[in-house]
């Protein structure tokens, strides 16, 4: 019995020599862990990509403190950090780069081209406006990451590809996208049960960050690290579908809406579960701008 299963074992591998080959030289396929960070850093989440011995890390955080955290899980991974990609230009997105890149100096920190002008232009002014806030938990020596060359890049033999620049919180947002593993880092270009960030948007701006996630939504992918998520959510497709509505409502309830505490309370009562960061930065300055009651913020 145990010679005639042997047999077939071997007629079922000659068979399908195809198949066979492919399990043999298979690349082992990329994981992803995400760092929630804390409210200090807006709830960003800081994905780390690990390959078999190396790692890319997508958005180092607002704080000192975070970062910590990050250099904590790319050192209890035991990868070699390799990369650090930053989605766009807003400081919860690389202002504290400086702890990891002293934690793993071979790592490249790149960025879209356009994300790195962004961020040379309104460094000085960004710097001016955070660190007072962030006393010693902000960046001592905050800089821009390194142009890419070319809209993707490799993580051992994986292709980890950059969707944007396009409209998200930010006018140059970018994603990336794993397509090996069905994975999509978002950075703000999703939020999950947050408040979206429309501070520096018009009518247009919104409805274009719509049809951005549309586009997101269409790459179908099974894991979706948001740019912010409540604390406690997976990462999982429902960003797109809560960022997606949001927007709906939003552009709905602001044509109602007499002034941004009317808009404001309509999406509490609409979301009644969605939260806020430093206090009501979110909602408060996003409703005031909708209403015309604020000017838009630049940066
Ligand atoms: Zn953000």
Not at 256 to 281: C, H
Request: net charge negative.
């Amino acid at each position: 019995m145990k010679q005639l299963i042997c047999a077939l074992g071997a007629f079922a591998l000659s068979a399908f020599p195809a198949i066979a080959q492919k399990t043999a030289t298979d690349k082992p396929p990329l994981e992803v862990e995400v760092l929630r960070t804390s409210a200090g850093s807006l709830y960003s989440n800081v994905a780390l990509i690990k390959g078999e011995h190396k790692a890319v890390l997508v958005d180092p955080p607002f704080t000192m403190a975070d970062a910590h955290r990050a250099v904590a899980m790319v050192l209890d991974s035991g990868r070699e950090l390799e990369t650090i990609f930053v989605t766009h230009d807003h400081p919860d997105h690389f202002f504290a780069m400086e702890v990891l890149t002293d934690a793993f100096p071979n790592a490249k920190v790149v960025a879209h081209p356009v994300v790195v002008a962004d961020i040379w232009r309104s460094l000085p002014f960004k710097v001016k406006r955070w660190s007072p806030m962030l006393g010693a938990n902000g960046p001592k020596t905050p800089t821009a990451p390194a142009a890419l060359d070319g809209d993707s890049f490799m993580l051992e033999g994986h292709e980890l590809k950059v969707i944007g620049p396009m409209q998200g919180d930010h006018v140059h947002a970018t994603a990336l996208y794993a397509p090996d593993i069905d994975a999509l880092f978002a950075g703000d270009l999703l939020y999950n049960e947050m408040y979206l960030w429309f501070g520096e948007h018009g009518r247009k701006e919104i409805r274009d960050w719509g049809k951005a996630i549309d586009e997101l939504a269409a790459l179908n992918t099974e894991l979706v690290v948001a740019g912010h998520s409540k604390p406690g959510l997976a990462n999982d497709p429902s960003s797109l579908a809560y960022s997606r509505g949001y927007i709906d409502f939003w552009l709905e309830a602001s044509r109602k809406a007499k002034n941004s505490e009317d808009l404001r309370a309509m999406i509490m009562e609409q979301y009644p579960d969605s939260i806020d960061v430093l206090g009501d930065f979110l909602l408060g300055n996003s409703s005031k701008v909708t209403m015309g009651e604020e000017p838009r913020w630049t940066e």
